[in-house]
């Protein structure tokens, strides 16, 4: 499958939001595929890896973030379900999960009630390796800054203001990825 494919029909090549969807992607399938190579014992699914992270994030034309090109009407936080549901729709199931679960650390029916977010009231929260996988890569990436990979010590900042589960969750992936 071609990630392209997906991506293209939503995203006018010439567009802000194309440029920095294409160049965040790259980094985060590139950083998880890195990380991959460096553990065979775990027997990642590398052609997937590369394909789903280069998917995670094809929904943030939905939501309103500007100063990413991106004009529609959900908020943010919405992006990794409503980009799940159109990946889902093209017949890709398991790289929809990704798109679902990589928001944060993943998030957990408790932190979405609790958080009142708009949200299906479901489990999002990354399970197998390779969701795993790409959530943690996608951390040491922003949007903003592209091309400028996030050292650990910022990644685990800027992830405490949103609790404990998410930091200890993102520590036990540095353990298990980098360690």
Not at 15 to 31: C, G, P, Q, T, Y
Not at 133 to 147: G, M, P, Q, R
Request: charged content about 25%; aromatic content about 8%.
């Amino acid at each position: 499958m071609d990630p392209l494919e997906l991506i293209t029909p939503y995203y006018p090549t010439d567009s802000e939001a194309h440029r920095i969807l294409l160049a965040h992607s790259r980094n985060v399938a590139d950083k998880a595929l890195q990380i991959a190579r460096q553990h065979p014992e775990m027997n990642l699914d590398h052609p997937f890896i590369e394909e789903a992270a280069m998917l995670h994030d094809i929904g943030m034309f939905r939501c309103h973030a500007p100063s990413i090109g991106c004009h529609g009407e959900a908020e943010y936080i919405c992006h990794g379900y409503l980009g799940a549901e159109l990946v889902r729709q093209a017949g890709y199931p398991r790289h929809a999960l990704v798109c679902e679960r990589h928001t944060g650390t993943g998030l957990s029916l408790q932190m979405i009630v609790d958080g009142q977010l708009p949200l299906p009231h479901r489990e999002m929260l990354p399970v197998s390796m390779e969701e795993q996988l790409i959530c943690f890569a996608d951390k040491f990436y922003s949007k903003t800054k592209l091309d400028k990979e996030k050292p650990v010590d910022k990644i685990v900042r800027g992830l405490s203001k949103y609790g404990d589960e998410t930091v200890k969750r993102f520590e036990t992936w540095c353990k298990l990825f980098l360690g």
